[in-house]
């Protein structure tokens, strides 16, 4: 009894450092770096060395939807992805659609198709992953009949932008498909491995993976991880991923539990395992975001961080460490900044929906949803980091 009792005490004494350093490395938001009762602005102001583009806008002879806008850049072009449909989103004839720019974003081709529907399926953008060859667009299949909703990733690659091959699916490490839906913007470590996370089947339920094959096709291992499951999915959705100045990752999460605050899970041993998540501090729309690091180790969160379910406005959050926040820089206001939405459809939230983050030659790409139906993005050019 007493043997038992001093294993349980060493335990403890073990444990609780442990614990409260990783408690210590949990991100929070600064006091006063936005004012949330400021609904259009959040108290900020307009960055000056930003532009926005519009990559596509609809009309009356085009789709009407559009959502998930993911970009790369492959051999001297940069390339935008996103899911496409006549009205409503997710319905039966979403396809995923992809345009070009010869000039870092400044103007862009018209769309052409990446991946059709099919009587059984409809494609959804998945995100890109490029080595120095090949461009790789990962598609997000989810067959019309499927209870509880899932689906399958699949591939296609290029070497050119411009010719593409037939689709495969991406395979896990023991060589099995993967059986779910991957979120749009893996992450490389300076090694090489890729870090990831997918929406596994039955359902929606999020696990980190990873893998060390460099094309991002195959490899994939589940991290050990345990999230919280609400019976169809989890409760932690849809994350991006930036590393800590000592290199700890942090994957970031919407909170299906409508917090409306951002969660995490950190890992130390380069996305093998996982943090338990955690509700942060950070506000949230309870909306897909964008999270990553610039070229100094800075790390940025691109989303709304409004508290509500209110996707507007648009704001990067800042941070030397990756644990305190405490700049943010206004990409796109709401009020006369946001135009109106042109045309209904179900689930056509008004907006800045989605965004996904990208950085290229002194730049962030910050390329999203405009009310559901502008493929937009927004460029910051970061000469110098305010």
């Not at 006091?31 to 060395?49: F, P």
């Not at 749009?184 to 980190?208: E, S």
């Not at 991002?216 to 609400?230: L, M, N, P």
């Not at 955690?278 to 508290?307: E, H, M, Y």
Request: aromatic letters at 10%; charged letters at 20%; glycine letters at 8%.
């Amino acid at each position: 009894m007493i043997l038992t009792t001093l294993i349980a005490i060493l335990l403890i004494l073990t444990v609780c450092p442990a614990k409260a350093e990783e408690n210590k490395r949990i991100p929070y938001l600064a006091n006063g770096v936005i004012d949330t009762t400021d609904v259009e602005a959040l108290g900020l102001t307009m960055l000056s060395d930003t532009r926005t583009v519009t990559i596509f806008s609809p009309s009356d002879s085009t789709h009407h939807y559009a959502n998930g806008v993911v970009m790369t850049a492959f051999k001297g072009r940069l390339y935008c992805m996103w899911q496409s449909s006549q009205t409503d989103e997710d319905a039966p004839e979403t396809c995923v659609m992809y345009s070009q720019s010869h000039d870092e974003g400044l103007t862009w081709t018209k769309p052409a198709l990446l991946a059709a529907a099919s009587d059984s399926c409809y494609f959804t953008s998945g995100g890109w992953h490029a080595t120095a060859d090949t461009l790789i667009a990962y598609l997000n299949c989810w067959p019309l009949n499927m209870q509880p909703v899932g689906g399958y990733t699949y591939y296609i690659y290029s070497t050119d932008g411009n010719h593409w091959s037939s689709q495969a699916p991406v395979l896990m490490a023991d060589g099995q498909p993967m059986q779910g839906i991957i979120e749009q913007d893996p992450y490389t470590l300076p090694d090489g491995r890729i870090i990831g996370a997918v929406h596994f089947q039955p359902g929606l339920h999020v696990c980190p993976i990873y893998t060390d094959d460099k094309t991002g096709i195959s490899g994939w291992t589940k991290a050990d991880f345990k999230g919280h499951d609400r019976g169809k999915q989890s409760r932690e959705l849809e994350p991006s991923i930036y590393r800590q100045q000592d290199g700890t990752l942090v994957m970031v999460f919407r909170d299906q539990t409508s917090t409306y605050r951002k969660m995490v899970s950190m890992s130390y041993d380069r996305g093998e395992t996982w943090s338990e998540p955690v509700v942060t501090d950070i506000p949230d729309a309870r909306v897909k975001q964008s999270a990553g690091n610039l070229p100094d180790g800075t790390a940025f969160l691109a989303g709304n961080p409004t508290g509500a379910k209110r996707r507007y406005p648009l704001v990067l959050l800042l941070s030397h460490d990756g644990i305190r926040f405490d700049k943010a820089l206004l990409l796109r206001a709401g009020g006369s900044e946001l135009q109106p939405q042109r045309y209904p459809g179900k689930a056509k939230t008004l907006g800045y929906s989605y965004p996904k983050s990208m950085v290229h030659k002194g730049k962030l790409y910050v390329s999203y949803s405009t009310n559901k139906e502008d493929v937009e993005c927004t460029i910051w050019t970061f000469t110098q980091i305010p």
